[in-house]
């Protein structure tokens, strides 16, 4: 019997295209074949890496101006209404039994305030997140603070000195839990709102290699077929290069621009804005315990023992706030940004100069008098903390002003361009195609 031939082994379909390909690429029709497909797929290519790319960075400046800058804003309001809260509670409470209705109405603004803020961040955070847990803590310890002022209130019409120790205590639970928590959440607010500038602003370093790669594989196929025909031009390849050159400068030019305004927002707004947040945090926290020292009469002192506590942390929130006005000033880029600055140096340096008057006073044992330095109509340290306050208020809404034009810039450089590169790449893509195709058809 004659002995069986085995079968050749069936090969696998990617040899066999690779086969084909070899084949083809043996002659002209075939190269230019394989040609066309490659200029097609790096044109394609590109356009959707910058689609994508520039989509994603589109998306993170959009979060920038929508969102979590928006968040880090009511972060820092809720800080700041919490702490003139605490700094009316205390003011009402040393002007006597009677609370001035200004200033009792000033309180009631600012706990609402700090209610509707906290209630919109909880709308807009995963409870599960650090500041979805510091939103909570605030909503739990809200009620009880302003329970402690209104017990405070209540022993203070009646003449009682227990009133003293509710609003010492209240002070304390703001000053140690409220805050601490305020101050969290606006850290974790800030800090996502750097990760999305970060996103914003990162280069796109993958569709501009595309970009490149793709303009020299066009330039090389122009230049082949012009040392193989003598023509100058194939318009179907001079259509895709244009195409391409148009997207990348594009790219180029868009992502810089965005860049630099997203840059500017950070540098000239966001960091301005940080900064004049803390010094505006400072001088309320430095007006209640310069109150406090009042309210307290020298009952509550430092861990030593040898100082008195409020007067203390008075001092040392004026020393902070100091140092943040003059980091304020050097990030001032403009008249604007300074002058509400320097204003409220010059208000700073008339408050100390009247505090060290009105502890003079108690210190010589005219309680009336240093009350009257402290919280009086007429050249008192009240007068001059809302003088700081206002300028530091002016100061916040320039900045905040200034930040919301750049990064709104720096959003609108990136608009229609994935779109635009999409399309583009679509258009030089098929622009190959049919320049390849015109050459091939020289053969038929």
Not at 388 to 411: I, M, N, S
């Amino acid at each position: 019997m004659p002995t069986a031939v085995p079968a050749p082994p069936r090969r696998g379909a990617l040899s066999e295209t690779a086969d084909r390909v070899r084949a083809a690429a043996t002659t002209e029709p075939g190269r230019l074949q394989i040609i066309g497909a490659v200029l097609a797929l790096l044109v394609v290519a590109f356009g959707a890496v910058t689609a994508f790319e520039t989509a994603d960075r589109a998306s993170a400046a959009d979060d920038v101006v929508g969102r979590s800058q928006p968040l880090s804003a009511d972060a820092a309001a809720v800080y700041r209404s919490l702490a003139d809260a605490d700094t009316a509670a205390a003011s009402g409470f040393l002007a006597g039994a009677q609370e001035p209705r200004d200033i009792h109405d000033r309180y009631e603004k600012d706990i609402r305030e700090a209610s509707r803020l906290l209630v919109k961040a909880a709308a807009n955070t995963d409870a599960s997140t650090e500041s979805g847990h510091e939103i909570t803590t605030l909503n739990e310890e809200l009620p009880r603070y302003t329970g402690l002022i209104e017990r405070a209130r209540a022993n203070n019409r009646q003449g009682l000195p227990l009133g003293g120790a509710y609003i010492r205590y209240a002070n304390q639970r703001m000053s140690k839990v409220l805050l601490p928590a305020a101050e969290r959440l606006y850290a974790a607010e800030t800090g996502r709102l750097g990760e999305d500038g970060d996103a914003a602003r990162a280069r796109p370093y993958f569709s501009l290699a595309l970009g490149v790669l793709a303009l020299a594989a066009l330039f090389w196929a122009q230049r082949r077929n012009y040392r193989r025909t003598n023509r100058v031009f194939n318009h179907g390849l001079l259509v895709a290069t244009a195409a391409s050159t148009v997207v990348l400068l594009w790219l180029a030019v868009g992502h810089t621009v965005a860049r630099s305004e997203l840059h500017g927002a950070d540098v000239n707004g966001q960091q301005s804005l940080d900064v004049l947040n803390h010094a505006r945090i400072d001088s309320l926290k430095a007006r209640a315990n310069e109150n406090l020292t009042l309210v307290a009469r020298g009952a509550v002192l430092t861990a030593d023992g040898r100082n008195d506590k409020y007067e203390t942390d008075y001092n040392a929130d004026m020393k902070a706030l100091g140092e943040e006005l003059e980091k304020a000033g050097r990030l001032a880029d403009d008249t604007p940004g300074s002058e509400p600055v320097a204003k409220a140096v010059d208000a700073v340096s008339e408050w100390q100069g009247r505090h060290r008057t009105a502890r003079t006073a108690d210190d010589g044992g005219d309680y009336e008098g240093a009350r009257a330095q402290i919280i009086g109509p007429e050249d008192s340290t009240g007068e001059s903390f809302e003088r700081v306050d206002d300028a530091l208020e002016r100061a916040l809404a320039h900045e905040q002003d200034e930040f919301t034009r750049a990064a709104k810039d720096g959003r609108g450089a990136l608009g229609g361009l994935p779109i635009g590169a999409a399309a583009l790449a679509a258009l030089g893509a098929v622009a190959a195609i049919v320049g390849v195709n015109r050459r091939l058809s020289e053969y038929r």
